[in-house]
Structures are given as C-alpha cells and as structure tokens.
C-alpha cells in the first residue's frame, strides 16, 4: 500500500505524524532526536529513528500476533510507518519487572531487584506538568478514561509483558520495565506510540549492561552502538 504523505499534524520529541489521503490512516516518521529529563537534556543519536522504526514493527507483528491490537499497519521505509489514526488516551502506562529507574529513586529500593508479581504505574501525559505518576482516582478525577478501560489498559499491558518477556530472553536480554500509549480507533482501545530502546528498559542478560535510552540519559557512551545491537537482537 502506498499513500502520500500529506501535511504534518503532530511533531514530538521523538516522532512526527502526517495525515494521508485515506482519512484513517497516518504516516508515523521516526527523528534521531533525543530528549530525558522532560526534555531537559537534549541531543541525537545518530540513526535512532531507523532502529526504533524497525523494532517497533516486528514487536508489534509480536503482539498482533498474541491478540493484542495495535496501530500497526505497515513499516514503510527506513523511518517511517503506517499505522492506523487514533485519539490517544493521555495516560502514560509503565510496567515493570525490575526494580530501575524513578521507582528506585521515588520509593528507595534497591536496583535490580525482581518485582513479582510486575506492578503497572500510570503517568499523566502533560509536558507542563512533567508527567507526573498519577492513580486510578486521579484518572477518574481527571476524566482521562472510566473505570472499564483504565482495567482494560491494566490488562493489555500486562499481557504485552508476558508476550515481551520471553521474546527478549530468547534473545539473551531482561526487560527492565517499558512504557505504553493506548489509543481509541472506532470505539475500540488499541496499543499505540512505539516499542523500542526510547520506551523500554533493556539490560543485557549476562553482563546487566543497559542497552536503552539510559546510556543517553546517564552519559554511559557507546549508545548507537546498544541501540544497533538492540536491532540486531530483535530483527537479526
């Protein structure tokens, strides 16, 4: 399927989305752009967009095929994908298997423990704001999504963990923790955004070194080098 790419409605920190001629469909480019720290630290990571683009369509082919529903239509080129238009719902859903990151900071636990059962974490989506972690009551409050889809959301995620799981350990990788963007398309609730190093936690299996946005983040070097070695892990 071919469709051109038409204006620009949307341009983020990582992506830019054009409408097309079918009005259900957008295209999905992928930037070399890099932002942490709510955009506070700003750089570019030399071909990011490629491996993300990449890596987001086979786990998401992943994904369809464990019955979860996504936006994924078809990876284009290089840097783009088509994927279906959706209303994105503006909660940020993490979920996590190890102890990493702000969750280490925010409660004092030790890094790289295990959390089992995993536990789900959501994030209001507002840049002014930074994001902030925000409960089920606070959702409610908000108006961002009713009771029945916040449980569906919690489902689906954790569903996308226990396909992703032993996906990455096959490929001698642990996932640490990730975060999801759900999107409404024709009433029903979709997986959106991307799965990739910008949205996940990846650690390699052996030597725990991290193979993600962190080593941009945390100024560890050697980060086009994880992200390639992410691609090569995931699509061969």
């Known amino acids: 399927m071919t469709l051109m790419k038409g204006t620009m409605l949307y341009e983020g920190k990582a992506k830019k989305i054009f409408e097309t001629v079918d009005p259900d469909r957008v295209i999905q480019y992928f930037k070399d752009d890099a932002t942490a720290f709510n955009a506070q630290k700003k750089g570019t990571i030399v071909e990011k967009g490629i491996v993300n683009n990449k890596v987001s369509e086979r786990l998401f082919r992943l994904l369809e095929e464990g019955g979860v529903p996504t936006h994924f239509v078809e990876r284009l080129n290089d840097r783009e994908m088509l994927t279906k238009k959706v209303r994105i719902v503006p909660i940020e859903v993490v979920v996590r298997n190890i102890i990493a990151g702000s969750l280490a900071k925010r409660l004092g636990l030790k890094e790289g423990e295990a959390i089992a059962p995993p536990i789900v974490e959501f994030y209001y989506k507002n840049d002014a704001l930074g994001d902030p972690l925000i409960t089920e009551e606070h959702i409610r409050l908000l108006n961002l999504a009713d009771p029945g889809m916040v449980g569906q959301i919690k489902d689906l995620a954790l569903k996308i963990n226990r396909l992703?799981?032993?996906?990455?350990?096959?490929?001698?990788?642990?996932?640490?923790?990730?975060?999801?963007?759900?999107?409404?398309?024709?009433?029903?609730?979709?997986?959106?955004?991307?799965?990739?190093?910008?949205t996940c936690r990846f650690w390699d299996q052996k030597t725990k070194e991290s193979m993600d946005k962190d080593r941009f983040r945390k100024d560890l070097g050697k980060i086009e080098e994880a992200y390639q070695e992410v691609l090569k892990r995931v699509c061969g």
């Open 164 to 198: 992703l799981t032993p996906f990455f350990q096959e490929r001698t990788m642990i996932l640490v923790d990730f975060k999801l963007e759900f999107g409404r398309h024709k009433g029903s609730l979709i997986l959106a955004d991307e799965i990739s190093p910008d």
